[in-house]
């Protein structure tokens, strides 16, 4: 990224430095000093002030005042470079050695190109079903978008019926109320998630317990889904439900836990808030449970900004869901309640958002899907690196490229992956911290995949890693990341 700049000496004329600069890739070129010192840097600015000054075109650069350009070190990282760029208000960082000779030059409309994990990725309708809710004044929580918006989701899918409304968690949080969690019931959900599949257990006073992850699709454990309803059945306290997550994507291993749910009567919630559009064994994510959720915040595969859809397979449940998305309003001529609701309704311009990005989906999904096939194919000789295992039951829609890391011999960790990313101006995150790990649920209770081993939702967050992957990066965005990456493991 960064320039060999042209030189010029004080023995060159304005003429020679303007011709420079005119052949020079980057707008500037550098003085260097009969020692071979870096001097400064000269722009076509400086020089012009000097023909003003009253210099002719052949007029030595002896006459360019003496000023100490800043400049950075070999050592500073790109993000160092652009903070300094930042301070002093330049564009050109010439680099220099120990010994004050010039090596590069940075230049900042390159360094500012941060690659971010996953931003949005904005389709060419969106505008125009925006704009028709304008046109038509239904700027409100209802209205023909959000209409056409739920019979999209319900149709992708396969569901009689979709509630959409205003955030993922809002939409798991309606299913668990459908389910009749209440205060002091448990709720079984997976371990290795984003906390916003458990935050609503809590929200309706009820206890989660946390599932393990197996390693084949990082999702939750069969094997210790059996365990925790084989020990909760034996204390007589069967959970109200089970939240089952497919993260970064990729469906849970259906079968073996919706059999484990049905042998103890248990209903479950999908949590696909990640994975709309990826199946299992051919059938839409989010269809398995009583209800899945789906979220289409601003980083997710498709966004409305910030919203999130109900779906169930029982459209009597979902019309509830609507109404006690809507204050628990009665169908009656007036205000009445009889139960207390919520203010979850999705607005009808956001879902004008949702309506332009579903047209789009089958493009996001396949342009992650190729996101993640470049990495594995071009760090594939890297051993350290271990992406995300797909098994064959599953589709993904590769929403982000994940991979755990081994320690190298030399010791360096996935957290130095990660810094080295952000020096480099990449972003990169860990995976979810396992919720048993997160203070806020000390003392709750995890069953593990294997109760002698680490906890699979454990090793992968002390290992693991979620490379940029949005599908608006460009095929040289995702060289630079191999590169980068290529240089932590070469190091
Ligand atoms: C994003 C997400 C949610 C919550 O969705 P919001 O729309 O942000 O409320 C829930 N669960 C998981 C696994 C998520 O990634």
Not at 38 to 66: N, S
Not at 112 to 117: E, P, T, V, Y
Not at 206 to 235: C, H, Q, T, Y
Not at 412 to 436: C, G, N, Q, T, Y
Request: contains cysteine.
């Amino acid at each position: 990224m960064p320039h060999q700049p042209i030189t010029v000496t004080r023995k060159d004329t304005i003429g020679d430095a303007l011709r420079a600069i005119d052949r020079s890739a980057i707008g500037m070129v550098a003085l260097i000093g009969d020692d071979g010192q870096f001097l400064r840097t000269v722009t076509d600015g400086d020089l012009r002030r000097l023909m003003i000054a009253g210099q002719v075109f052949d007029a030595g650069l002896d006459t360019l005042p003496d000023i100490r350009s800043v400049t950075a070190t070999e050592t500073m990282t790109l993000s160092e470079m652009l903070t300094l760029m930042n301070q002093y208000k330049i564009d050109h960082l010439p680099v220099v050695d120990g010994s004050g000779r010039l090596i590069e030059v940075a230049v900042r409309r390159e360094l500012d190109q941060r690659i971010l994990l996953s931003t949005p990725h904005l389709g060419s309708e969106e505008m125009e079903f925006v704009l028709e809710a304008f046109s038509t004044n239904w700027i409100a929580p209802l209205g023909p978008n959000v209409d056409a918006f739920e019979k999209a989701i319900a149709d992708l899918v396969g569901v009689p019926e979709a509630c959409a409304v205003v955030s993922g968690t809002a939409a798991i949080h309606l299913g668990l109320r459908l389910l009749g969690v209440e205060r002091d019931d448990t709720v079984f959900v997976s371990d290795f998630t984003f906390i916003a599949s458990v935050s609503p257990i809590v929200y309706q006073g009820a206890r989660p317990v946390f599932i393990d992850s197996e390693p084949d699709s990082w999702n939750m454990s069969p094997v210790a889904l059996k365990r925790a309803l084989e020990g909760a059945a034996a204390e007589g306290a069967l959970p109200k439900a089970i939240i089952i997550v497919n993260l970064y994507g990729q469906s849970a291993d259906m079968d073996p836990l919706l059999a484990l749910a049905d042998e103890y009567g248990v209903p479950v919630l999908e949590d696909a808030a990640e994975s709309l559009g990826a199946t299992y064994k051919g059938k839409a994510s989010g269809t398995f449970g009583a209800f899945g959720a789906f979220s289409f915040n601003g980083n997710k595969i498709i966004t409305t900004s910030g919203g999130g859809m109900l779906v169930g397979r029982d459209p009597e449940l979902i019309r509830k869901a609507r109404m006690l998305a809507s204050q628990a309003r009665e169908p009656v001529p007036y205000y009445q309640h009889v139960e207390i609701g919520y203010n979850y309704r999705m607005s009808n311009i956001l879902a004008g958002v949702g309506r332009g990005q579903l047209k789009v989906l089958s493009d996001r999904i396949a342009r992650r899907r190729a996101i993640n096939d470049y990495y594995r194919g071009a760090l594939a000789d890297i051993q350290s690196i271990e992406w995300m295992p797909e098994p064959e039951w599953s589709f993904s829609n590769r929403w982000l490229s994940c991979a755990t890391v081994a320690s190298s011999d030399k010791g360096a960790s996935v957290d130095d992956l990660i810094k080295w990313f952000a020096d480099h101006l990449i972003e990169a995150r860990h995976l979810w911290k396992p919720m048993h790990q997160q203070p806020v649920f000390t003392g709750h209770r995890l069953y593990q995949h294997d109760p002698e081993e680490t906890p699979v939702s454990s090793r992968l967050f002390g290992t693991g890693l979620c490379f940029p992957s949005g599908s608006n990066m460009t095929d040289a965005d995702l060289e630079r990341i191999a590169d980068v990456t290529r240089r932590f493991f070469q190091r």
